[in-house]
């Protein structure tokens, strides 16, 4: 587990989805060998992880170009040989026996084998007419096989025909037709899954995919590879969509705690020293800072928003903490997500004092979120020239090395911050943290052994001792530091949620897990890893209704548009799968029998 600013907070936890063991594997459907109560958690957990090599630009216009010179070359002798044949065959069916001349009397009177024998006969001649690329021919065919037999395969070859001239309704239309007929029919499915997608419905389009993939066992390259990409879609368009018209607005406050950690304190709050009054900006920075500290956020961002409004009416005029008052409201910008208001307060509080660290450090963060990890490096050196000493440029330093996997420079880095100042305790935490990543878990545990020594009322780090012994098999003990995290600060979601995950995995304790990350609720109602925790746990225990509602949460609680696309992924996938195994419980109870057999 990492405490990583990189990604716009300190990471307070492993991904749920490794702590459940939930990864790649459990794509395929599988059923658990005693059914009840994990009824099919691996069908429900399909995550698209896998990705087709994808030729470069330049390998398709090498293409594109041979092609070009190839069919510029032979488009007349082609264009005359299809002219010919399209003739040749043309003549050639039209002398056939024709059956689509009987009538519906005659039809009626034919017996079973008759009406199967001559509308296969008019299948096979509408299939020689589609591979002549004559679909308004094939169509007459096909639709005049259907008068001698509702067979699932015309309906289907006629889609064809219609999706080669883009009639995607009709496409869909006979699709259903052929899939009312024979439901595990996967050509009709992918087929209309194409359609689906061709118009947009992304929704339907992912769901026939995916009924594809479950009826060949995961199977059907294109059915996978299809899915993975109207997924896609579905989600990204979704996601740009919502964060396109929601406001700016405050992640969870265990969220904004973890990312306030990351740094010593918010700043010093303003002081006189000639039995002056402060002025009214430096009175409402003070304030800001005391809500702060009392995670009442909503509070301090109105607070500094009065005094930046207090700064501009007097032009900063005898404001002690006018550079502070700006850096607080960009910090607060950027935690909504806010970052063009967020960038142009920390530039403010730049110009105000250009020896403003924290400001150079929030500003790095800002260009973390960003991925512009040039302007990060550029940042965090400006504010070592301005202070060479300081534990904050130093941790934030190491933070970034953590998120490129430097770990050896890593440690370096938060080595020197805790040297710096002792009382910092994110160096060590992050320091054990990087020690166990590179598989020296002897110095990872000498690192918080010590930690906690020094900081024996530190909830969070005992959270984080914790998931590092977890993340080793150490359940036991880990759930012990959990317990030990909340009993330190009950106000603290996310030992509640570790605790939970951590009974799930090694006891199957679904009732004391959810009561925990119940409780984790209580605490923070918006608490992020509590909302994606519940949403797994119900997953596995096969309760999708509960599931589907957390992760429509988990959406609504994303903080960015690359973390709403994630939750849309797998609120997407479940959603498929739930209606798959409500739709098709023969075939659901079928394969369950069959996993059965074979565990």
Same mark, same amino acid.
């Given at each position: 587990m990492s405490n990583t600013t990189g990604d716009k907070a300190v990471q307070k936890s492993a991904s749920v989805l490794e702590k459940l063991n939930l990864n790649e594997r459990s794509w395929k459907f599988y059923a658990a060998a005693s059914i009840p109560p994990v009824l099919v958690a691996g069908l429900a957990l399909w995550y698209y992880s896998s990705r087709t090599a994808e030729p470069t630009k330049k390998d398709d216009k090498k293409k594109r170009s041979r092609?070009?010179?190839?069919?510029?070359?032979?488009?007349a002798a082609d264009d005359s040989a299809e002219e010919k044949s399209a003739a040749a065959l043309t003549a050639s069916l039209e002398t056939e026996d024709a059956p689509e001349n009987l009538t519906d009397e005659q039809i009626a009177a034919l017996?079973?084998?008759?009406?199967?024998?001559?509308?296969?006969?008019?299948?096979?001649?509408?299939?020689? &007419?589609?591979?002549?690329?004559?679909?308004?021919?094939?169509?007459?065919?096909?639709?005049q096989a259907l008068r001698f037999a509702k067979d699932p395969v015309f309906y289907s070859n006629?889609?064809?025909?219609?999706a080669a001239s883009s009639d995607h309704d009709k496409v869909?239309?006979?699709?259903?037709?052929?899939?009312?007929?024979?439901?595990?029919?996967?050509?009709?499915?992918?087929?209309?899954a194409q359609a689906y997608e061709s118009t947009e419905q992304y929704r339907d389009s992912l769901y026939d995919f995916t009924t594809a993939c479950i009826l060949e066992d995961f199977g059907n390259s294109l059915a996978a590879t299809s899915a993975e990409r109207v997924l896609k879609k579905l989600?990204?368009?979704?996601a740009h969509e919502r964060v396109q018209k929601r406001s700016p607005r405050l992640p969870s406050k265990s969220f904004i705690s973890g990312y306030l950690n990351s740094f010593r304190n918010c700043g010093d709050e303003a002081a006189v020293t000639d039995g002056s009054v402060l002025c009214e900006a430096d009175a409402l920075f003070n304030e800001a800072l005391s809500f702060t500290a009392l995670q009442e956020y909503s509070q301090a961002i109105e607070s500094?928003?009065?005094a930046v409004a207090a700064v501009e009416k007097t032009d900063g005029s005898g404001v002690l903490r006018a550079a502070d008052i700006y850096s607080l409201r960009g910090m607060f910008n950027f935690l909504k997500s806010n970052l063009s208001q967020a960038l142009e307060d920390l530039d403010k509080a730049l110009e105000l004092d250009p020896s403003h660290v924290r400001s150079y450090l929030r500003k790095a963060n800002l260009f973390t979120e960003k991925k512009d990890l040039d302007e990060v490096s550029r940042l965090l050196k400006q504010a070592h020239e301005v202070d060479a000493e300081n534990a904050e440029t130093f941790f934030q330093q190491g933070q970034v090395h953590f998120l490129k996997q430097e770990f050896a420079d890593a440690a370096k880095d938060y080595e020197r911050a805790a040297e710096l100042d002792p009382e910092f305790v994110y160096p060590r935490i992050q320091l054990g943290v990087v020690q166990f990543k590179v598989g020296k878990i002897e110095q990872a545990m000498a690192t918080f052994d010590e930690a906690m020594k020094k900081f024996p009322t530190r909830s969070d780090l005992y959270n984080y001792y914790g998931e590092v012994l977890a993340e080793q098999g150490g359940y036991d003990s880990a759930i012990s530091a959990f317990e030990k995290a909340v009993e330190l600060d009950k106000t603290n979601p996310l030992p509640y949620v570790n605790q939970a995950i951590s009974l799930f995995q090694t006891s199957g304790n679904a009732d004391s897990a959810l009561?925990?990350?119940?409780?984790?609720l209580k605490v923070d109602p918006e608490c992020e890893l509590a909302v994606a925790a519940l949403s797994q746990i119900y997953l596995q225990m096969g309760m999708f209704e509960e599931s589907l509602t957390m992760l429509r949460r988990a959406v609504d609680l994303a903080k960015s548009e690359e973390e709403m696309v994630s939750a849309i992924t797998f609120r997407e996938t479940t959603a498929a799968q739930y209606r &798959?195994?409500?739709?098709?419980?023969?075939?659901?109870?079928?394969?369950?029998?069959?996993?059965m057999q074979s565990a």
């Open positions: 092609k070009s010179k190839k069919s510029k070359k032979g488009k017996d079973q084998a008759e009406l199967v024998k001559l509308g296969q006969s008019l299948k096979s001649r509408g299939n020689k &007419f589609f591979q002549a690329k004559r679909y308004e021919k094939a169509i007459e065919l096909y639709t006629r889609a064809a025909c219609y869909i239309q006979d699709c259903t037709s052929a899939l009312e007929l024979e439901s595990r029919y996967v050509k009709a499915l992918i087929r209309r989600a990204e368009a979704e500094v928003d009065k009561t925990l990350i119940r409780d984790a &798959f195994m409500k739709e098709h419980p023969e075939l659901l109870n079928k394969m369950m029998a069959g996993a």
